[in-house]
């Protein structure tokens, strides 16, 4: 089946404006992971939902980030007031429930704020 | 607070040769250990998942080996290919399901 997808692939925005980023994961994968990866550095945790509650949300750096997963698949993260600093790629990933399970990450979508 | 970290940063070797990447980590408590492969602009591909039960898992031409009691996990690479270059990530899933990422050994495979 497809693996998880992410649009848009690139978002170039400016300063103070807000960003809307989709994560589709793997159908029948009720865990759904944010992260989000600097140049040079491995992908930091952001947010972690199972089902559609989020279950850890203890990454995620200030409350101008915010993510929801209504109906339990697709998952939005949303960033408000966006600044320089935010510029990143956002991977979401997913698996199956429970521990132990492995984590199949999409292509990332690459925010640049101007 | 879990850490992770990966020697050397960059590597580069003949094509043929057989190869190893390193990762440390400095809490045992772990459920799995994971690596990854990613390529340049890209997101990243599962290579192999190690249960916290297991001592090792291969795959192909790679072979991953964990040792929780020294906190240290390698990758192993036989009769490397140019295919092969990219960057190498490990990640740790410990006391929650977040994974935490090393910063990755960058491998180029020369022909």
């Known amino acids: 089946g497809a693996g998880v997808s992410q649009t848009p692939s690139n978002k170039v925005t400016e300063k103070g404006k807000y960003v809307e980023l989709r994560c589709d994961p793997i159908s029948g994968h009720t865990a759904l992971y944010w992260y989000r990866q600097s140049l040079g550095q491995g992908p930091e945790f952001l947010i972690y939902?199972?089902?559609?509650?989020?279950?850890?949300d203890s990454g995620l750096p200030n409350d101008r980030f915010f993510a929801v997963r209504p109906e339990g698949s697709v998952s939005t993260l949303k960033i408000q007031r966006t600044e320089r600093g935010d510029s990143a790629v956002y991977l979401c990933?997913?698996?199956?429930?429970?521990?132990?399970?492995?984590?199949?990450f999409g292509p990332g979508t690459r925010l640049t704020v101007l | 607070k879990q850490e992770v970290t990966q020697i050397p940063a960059a590597l580069s070797v003949p094509e043929g040769e057989n190869l190893v990447l390193n990762c440390s980590f400095t809490d045992s408590a772990i459920y799995n250990l994971q690596w990854f492969r990613q390529d340049p602009g890209k997101g990243l591909t599962s290579l192999l998942l190690?249960?916290?039960?297991?001592r090792e898992q291969t795959s192909g031409r790679l072979n991953a080996s964990l040792d929780k009691s020294s906190g240290r996990s390698t990758l192993y690479i036989a009769a490397s290919q140019p295919g092969d270059s990219a960057t190498y990530l490990c990640a740790l899933q410990g006391g929650s399901e977040k994974l935490v990422f090393g910063k990755g050994t960058k491998l180029t495979v020369n022909p």
């Open positions: 939902f199972q089902g559609t509650g989020a279950a850890d």
């Open positions: 190690i249960q916290s039960s297991q």
């Open positions: 990933a997913s698996s199956f429930a429970g521990w132990n399970n492995e984590q199949f």
